[in-house]
């Protein structure tokens, strides 16, 4: 419920902020003066839906996808020990979260890594590569497990998809507009659209997404804290430590696709702007916020 409270405020202040931004500016006065006449609130909407649109369309096939994209198996039965561990250490995450019992997958890949997906906390899906089965200590597997369990139970998911939601919503919107202006003011087009006006839009969208996700990835990063927080309540911190501690050791890059890597558990090396990027924050901050911020609170939002 208070997702969904949070979902509507946003929309309704970006509607209000926009439309008033526009209005002191006086935008729409200059634009209706060349003849364009745009319906600003049309197009908030328009934009609105196809932002938050394509945003909840990846976010409910993001299970089926991702099974896809990394070729995950879920296990249904157990077939082994390792399995029947893998089952039992997250049934007992989830149960102490307070979550329903995700599907618990593997994937085959080199790379120690790990994700979590799916639009319900209660339905979601927690995968591990056998990179990982096979270069992880059961401690350090079963702290990567605690931080993939923290991000389903906190929702992160579903935030994601909000925050992804909104800043299509403004990149759309703001792209057209800038389009509109280009068209109108600058090529003086008096009915319909110029190529300038297509051209615009392509041009702006392109921009205004690559700043917009700036945004995206900040979010990204910070919930990464979080949700090592949670995988040391879980699994103990000097288990989360000791797992992080070992991606050190994996210099590889991470071979998650790039649709789900914000949702692994590693993560690239960046600095400087490339940094602004990245959808992890570097590994030594990690273990430094482990090591030095004690949690007041907890990490795991419990239903």
Same mark, same amino acid.
């Given at each position: 419920?208070k997702?969904?409270?949070?979902y509507?405020?946003?929309?309704?202040?970006?509607?209000? *902020?926009?439309s008033v931004?526009?209005?002191l500016?006086?935008?729409?006065?200059?634009l209706d003066?060349?003849?364009v006449?745009?319906?600003?609130?049309?197009?908030?909407?328009?934009?609105?839906?196809?932002g938050f &649109?394509g945003?909840?369309i990846?976010?409910l096939?993001s299970?089926? %996808?991702a099974k896809?994209?990394?070729?995950?198996?879920v296990?249904? *039965?157990p077939?082994?020990?390792?399995?029947?561990w893998?089952?039992?250490?997250?049934?007992?995450?989830?149960?102490?979260?307070?979550i329903?019992?995700?599907d618990?997958?593997i994937?085959?890949?080199?790379?120690?890594?790990a994700?979590a997906?799916?639009?319900?906390?209660?339905?979601?899906l927690v995968?591990?590569?056998?990179g990982?089965?096979?270069?992880m200590?059961?401690?350090?597997a079963?702290a990567v497990?605690?931080?993939?369990?923290?991000?389903?139970a906190?929702?992160d998911?579903?935030?994601?998809?909000?925050?992804q939601?909104?800043?299509?919503?403004f990149?759309i919107?703001?792209s057209?507009?800038i389009g509109y202006?280009?068209d109108?003011?600058? @090529?003086?087009?008096?009915?319909?659209? &110029?190529?300038?006006?297509?051209?615009?839009?392509?041009?702006?969208?392109?921009?205004?997404?690559?700043?917009?996700s700036?945004?995206v990835?900040?979010?990204?990063?910070q919930r990464?804290?979080r949700a090592?927080?949670?995988g040391a309540?879980?699994?103990g911190r000097n288990?989360?430590?000791a797992?992080?501690?070992r991606?050190?050791?994996?210099?590889?890059q991470?071979q998650?696709?790039?649709?789900?890597a914000a949702?692994?558990?590693?993560g690239g090396?960046?600095s400087?702007?490339r940094?602004l @990027?990245? %959808?992890h924050?570097?590994?030594?901050?990690?273990i430094?916020?482990?090591?030095e911020?004690?949690a007041?609170?907890s990490?795991?939002?419990?239903?």
């Amino acid at each position: 419920m208070k997702r969904i409270f949070l979902y509507l405020v946003t929309n309704l202040a970006i509607v209000l *902020v926009l439309s008033v931004t526009l209005q002191l500016l006086g935008v729409d006065r200059m634009l209706d003066e060349q003849g364009v006449g745009i319906n600003f609130n049309a197009l908030l909407i328009l934009a609105a839906v196809i932002g938050f &649109g394509g945003s909840f369309i990846s976010l409910l096939m993001s299970k089926w %996808s991702a099974k896809m994209m990394t070729g995950a198996q879920v296990i249904e *039965v157990p077939s082994n020990m390792t399995e029947r561990w893998l089952v039992d250490t997250v049934k007992r995450h989830a149960e102490k979260a307070g979550i329903g019992l995700p599907d618990v997958a593997i994937f085959d890949s080199p790379e120690i890594n790990a994700f979590a997906t799916g639009w319900n906390r209660n339905s979601a899906l927690v995968a591990v590569s056998t990179g990982l089965l096979n270069n992880m200590a059961q401690d350090e597997a079963e702290a990567v497990l605690g931080h993939e369990v923290t991000h389903v139970a906190n929702g992160d998911m579903v935030t994601l998809a909000l925050i992804q939601g909104v800043v299509n919503t403004f990149v759309i919107f703001l792209s057209r507009i800038i389009g509109y202006l280009v068209d109108r003011v600058v @090529f003086k087009v008096e009915r319909g659209h &110029g190529p300038a006006f297509f051209i615009t839009v392509i041009i702006a969208q392109l921009v205004l997404g690559i700043l917009a996700s700036i945004v995206v990835m900040w979010f990204s990063r910070q919930r990464e804290f979080r949700a090592d927080a949670g995988g040391a309540e879980l699994a103990g911190r000097n288990k989360m430590i000791a797992a992080l501690e070992r991606l050190k050791l994996n210099h590889e890059q991470p071979q998650l696709p790039s649709q789900i890597a914000a949702f692994g558990i590693s993560g690239g090396v960046a600095s400087g702007i490339r940094y602004l @990027f990245m %959808s992890h924050p570097p590994l030594d901050e990690r273990i430094a916020a482990l090591r030095e911020t004690p949690a007041r609170v907890s990490p795991v939002r419990r239903a």
